[in-house]
């Protein structure tokens, strides 16, 4: 039998890494990937520990383990935008230093020994008194193996040589509202240089008033920002201003399901078996990062121009460990229903899983809950479960049963594969195991799905013009929407206890954007890079902030002294004229903008005055009802 994998400074290491790397004693670096990143580092340390103090630390485990670690390494290293992963990097050297030579000096052993059935490789758990105190925590000795650091690759290196524009409000302008709702706003804006569609989310900060709120906040930034997969949502950008959280995303044009569904009744079985399958890809991406989407349902599942789903807000996600390789999570079905004991209620309580309402503990399997939710109402046209309040909806959702109606009942497989995933214990529910139980069902045999983009879909949305809009409802007054955002005042009164300044982060797709956008419009050669111009804007406002360059010598024309009496060819002339009108331009926005911010200056004064008045009357009325001064 082989002996402890850890020996008890080595766990003592883990504990210092664990204790070091907390939230309220470590300040995240502003790159979203890289911050995700460490979460999942700490996740999988803390979930090492578990197990080690459980007594079901394997050497199988732990060589998963550090692949996870070093592949978040390299997948941080080709996304983060910023070139700097020290931070990261030595993390994960101090994670690596601790088990990777007793990992494989156990494989080694057990090998030899040949231990060959199921649970003979389990080390036995160690005492309680080994696990130290997590205020008391002592160095690792000088028994533990350092490895080599990770080396960075070449691009990393190229970025971090080459500085990039931090993303900015100025960058993008709004066309029009789409939506909104408790969060904030979803703007349509194009970006500048590029002329792109994107899709701008606005939160507002007086919104994001508690630390709960600003953590959900960030983990919806770093979700989006390393997440790569084409039925989720992705994200350009991110970045505050005076009296929001703005995060720039892809545009998904054609409407959300459940926009679909109000308008054409229920789905074609073809229609949502693959609806269903693109979002059970979008599930088990997640999952594999340890990330649950907590809130899915058709209104969240939007449409792209060519008829495919994409996943979308996870202001309500949660992330717990990766799923690692080994069948040792099969055998111990708790750690993936009960992964977070919080017993919070979020949410959209129509798709609420029964262990929420139980509070009984939760993990991946509410998701696949609610596919089964979304499933049904797919093929069906309504919910499955319902009440004329919020008691009889749980009451239906934990002790009812699906009632099948004889004129909307969908096939007989659907009915198999929905009863499946609705069952009440998570141990039980279809996907619990792995999303391969589910891609398996006959319901979903017939599909490919290694290549469900390549499928044409029975629906295609229809615009009018790259800008319309018509296929989204918005669920709130857009009017009322509009005119709180003056109340720029009250928002920075409200979030003072708050520091934003760190929410700025840039995805790898912009960075592309505006390399493209720079060369396309420099004209410039793509092997060099741009000398002078500034990397992501050619506005005529934003060239004279820059500082002047001086011009390149090697440069003959630039290095020609400049001579006003030189004649002007046409060319010359039609492009001094264009530039003269672009300035006119926007001098005429620059006036348009002083007015606005002149009424929004009156406003906020007024709004002053008011609660100064109001003020002074309570005194007043204190004052007079005092005896004394009476």
């Known amino acids: 039998m082989a002996g402890f994998i850890l020996d008890y400074l080595q766990v003592q290491a883990l504990w210092r890494i664990l204790h070091n790397n907390r939230p309220s004693t470590v300040l995240l670096p502003p790159d979203g990937v890289l911050s995700f990143t460490h979460r999942l580092v700490v996740q999988l340390v803390r979930n090492c520990l578990t197990k080690y103090q459980q007594g079901h630390l394997t050497s199988e485990y732990v060589t998963d383990l550090l692949q996870n670690i070093r592949t978040l390494v390299q997948q941080a290293e080709e996304r983060s935008q910023y070139g700097d992963l020290a931070f990261i990097k ?8 601790v088990l990777e030579r007793p990992a494989r000096s156990l494989e080694r052993l057990e090998t030899a020994e040949g231990e060959a ?9 160690p005492c309680s008194d080994l696990i130290p105190d997590t205020t008391v925590l002592a160095d690792p000795d000088s028994r533990i193996c350092e490895i080599p650091e990770i080396q960075e690759s070449v691009g990393s290196v190229i970025k971090s040589l080459t500085p990039t ?7 993008y302008e709004t066309t029009k509202l789409i939506g909104s709702g408790h969060f904030g706003a979803i703007y349509l804006v194009h970006h500048k240089d590029s002329h792109q569609i994107f899709a701008l989310k606005k939160m507002t900060k007086r919104n994001i008033d508690t630390p709960k709120k600003v953590k959900r906040a960030y983990l919806e930034r770093d979700i989006l920002t390393f997440t790569d997969c084409p039925f989720v949502v992705s994200m350009l ?4 201003t005076k009296s929001h959280l703005c995060m720039v995303m892809e545009y998904v044009g054609g ?5 679909l569904i109000n308008t054409m009744g229920p789905l074609s079985v073809p229609l949502a078996r693959l609806y269903f399958a693109e979002a059970v890809l979008a599930v088990e991406y997640l999952h594999s990062y340890g990330v649950v989407h907590r809130d899915l349902k058709p209104e969240n599942l939007l449409i792209t121009s060519s008829g495919h789903i994409k996943v979308t807000d996870f202001g309500l996600s949660k992330v717990g460990i990766m799923i690692p390789k080994t069948n040792i999570y099969k055998e111990l079905a708790e750690d993936i229903t009960r992964e977070f004991m919080d017993h919070e209620m979020c949410g959209t309580p129509y798709y609420f899983a029964p262990e929420i309402i139980l509070k009984e503990g939760y993990g991946r399997p509410v998701d696949w809950w609610s596919m089964g939710i979304i499933l049904y109402e797919f093929l069906v046209g309504f919910l499955p479960f319902d009440g004329d309040s919020l008691t009889e909806l749980y009451e239906s959702v934990t002790n009812g049963g699906i009632i099948w ?3 909307f009942a969908p096939p007989p497989d659907a009915q198999n594969l929905i009863t499946e995933l609705l069952r009440k214990k998570p141990a039980d529910r279809l996907g619990t195991g792995g999303a391969f139980e589910i891609k398996g069902h006959p319901f979903l045999s017939d599909l490919d799905f290694g290549n469900l983009l390549s499928q044409k879909p029975e629906y295609i949305p229809q615009f009018a013009t790259d800008v319309d809009t018509s296929l989204f409802i918005n669920r709130q007054d857009i009017e009322e929407h509009l005119a709180s955002e003056d109340e720029e005042g009250d928002t920075n009164e409200d979030n003072k206890s708050f520091e934003f300044q760190n929410f700025t982060s840039s995805s790898e797709r912009l960075s592309k ?6 060369r396309t419009m420099n004209d410039e050669d793509p092997k060099s890079p741009p000398q002078c111009t500034p990397a992501s804007s050619t506005n005529i406002s934003e060239i004279q902030k820059e500082p002047f360059c001086e011009p390149d010598r090697d440069d003959p024309i630039s290095s020609l002294p400049f001579s ?3 004649s002007e060819t046409p060319a010359e002339e039609e492009v001094k004229s264009a530039i003269n009108l672009s300035i006119k331009e926007e001098n005429s926005e620059n006036v348009k903008k002083g007015k606005k911010r002149r009424g929004s200056i009156f406003r906020r004064i007024l709004s002053s005055c008011r609660r100064g008045l109001s003020r002074a009357a309570r005194l007043f009325a204190c004052c007079h009802s005092c005896p004394s001064v009476i």
Do not use: Y
């Not at 059935?117 to 758990?125: C, N, R, V």
């Not at 950008?237 to 505050?240: A, D, G, I, T, V």
């Not at 409407?255 to 926009?259: F, K, L, S």
């Open 90 to 97: 030595q993390l994960a050297d101090e994670v690596l230093s």
């Open 513 to 518: 954007l505006c390399t493209i956008t720079t």
């Open 117 to 125: 059935k199921d649970g003979q490789h389990l080390i036995p758990g």
């Open 255 to 259: 409407g959300d399901c459940e926009t």
């Open 237 to 240: 950008c991110s970045f505050p």
């Open 405 to 407: 109606d004889c004129d």
């Open 165 to 171: 524009r931090k993303p900015h409000e100025s960058d």
């Open 564 to 566: 006003s009496s030189l």
